[in-house]
Structures are given as C-alpha cells and as structure tokens.
C-alpha cells in the first residue's frame, strides 16, 4: 500500500495518469504505451505461480528430494528469464508503476508464505540430508531475485524508484530470514550430527612407571611376592651356592 500511495500521489502531481503516456524530453516527443508494464507484469505472475508451485512441493515433502529440486529449479529459471525480459523492456512510467502494484504485493504474500512452510519443514529436511542442498537453492533464489527487483527498478522513473526500493526490501528481507534459517549454524543434517561422536573420557595415557617386578628391592628389605617368587630350578641353584660357601 505505501508504494501505491506514493506512487498515486506522483502520477496525480505529475499528470502522468493514463494508459498512454506523453513525454517531452529534450524537445523529443515519445509515446509510451504500457505494454511494458504488461509485460512486467506477466513476469511477476509468472514468477508467483513457480513459488505457489514450490510451496505444494514443500508441503508435500516427505524426504524425496526430486519434486522439490525440481519446483526450485523451475522458479529460479523463471526469475533468471524474467530478469531478461525486463532488462530488454523499455522504461516504465508512472502509471506503468502503478499498474503493477497488485502483482508486487502478491509475489510479497507469496514469499512469505512459502518462508514460513519451508521453515516449518526443517526437520524433515534434516533427516533426509538436504540441509546444504536447501541452502544453495534458497541462496540462488534469492540472489536471483535481487537481480530481478534491480531490473525492475532501473526501468522506473527517478522519482519512484527510492520508494520501489523500500518496498522491495520486505521481500529481500524476508529471503535473507529464510536463508539464515538454513545457514551451517542452524540446519545440521541428521547423520552429521550421529557421526563422528565425539569420546566420553580421553584414552589412557602410557606409563613409564615399572612394574613392581622391575623394581628391585633396597638392601635390607625383603623383596616383594613378585620378587621372591621363582622356578624350581632357580630355587635348586641357590641352595647349591650356598652348600659351596659353607
């Protein structure tokens, strides 16, 4: 609504409001029909019914990643399209503007509605593995969608684009919204999070120590049961050493 008031206000102060528009510009007189405006507008229709289109893939996902690559990729060709038609448009004029604030404001509701069922599909999402897949896809869509809204914008008078931009930037907002949702920080596929489990308890470190029976006794202390125990052959010798010295 406040890109149609404005915009009203402007075509009102300037005269402009009319399908046929008359410009004099450098003693130039050029007659501005709004087929451009119609064909922006067919555009912005296309490009809503691909999100309409992606929003029941969404809402239908279930862990089968084919339909819903398939929707984004055909959302993002029409936007990627669109871009081109509108960059090979003629500029638009004021009324043209006005004319187009009823798709504008659908393609808005549209992408909000779809943000807000992609979010909620998030868990699943991460069960089947996709979180990098969403991300890259929502990430084209979005840059892509800038591209589109610069387009559009670059085709309208001056006094109206600074508004367009404003209004405009509720939907760029609400796409970086959707694409921090499914940043690395906070979408984290299922068998990532499962592998690779970090140890309870360190692994023992080695000791040095010796072993009791690697440690000699000191003189005058008797030797310990690990010492003292010995063979019967070992026990035989000693006692023969001992007849020897006697």
Known sequence: MKLSIHVAAACLASGAVSNTVTIQDNAVRHSIVGRDAAAVSEVLNTVGSDILELDSAVKAFN???GPLEQAAQALLDSIKQGTQTIGTADDMTLGDALALQDPVKNLGEDAKVLTEDLKAKKPVIQQ????????????QIK???????????????GIAQGIAEDFASDMVDVLEHLQGAFS??????????????RPTSDPPTPSNTPSPSDTPAPP?????????????????LFIALLGALV
Request: charged share 15%.
């Open 220 to 236: 005058g202390q008797a030797p310990t049961a690990a010492a003292a125990t010995v063979g019967p052959a070992a026990g035989a």
């Open 128 to 139: 089947a593995g996709l979180c990098d897949t969403t991300l890259q896809q929502v990430t």
């Open 63 to 65: 862990g089968e990643p």
């Open 143 to 157: 840059d892509a969608s800038e591209a589109l809204i610069d387009a559009a914008i670059s085709k309208l008078p």
């Open 184 to 197: 690395e920080a906070n979408c984290v596929d299922a068998d990532q999070s499962t592998a690779n489990p």
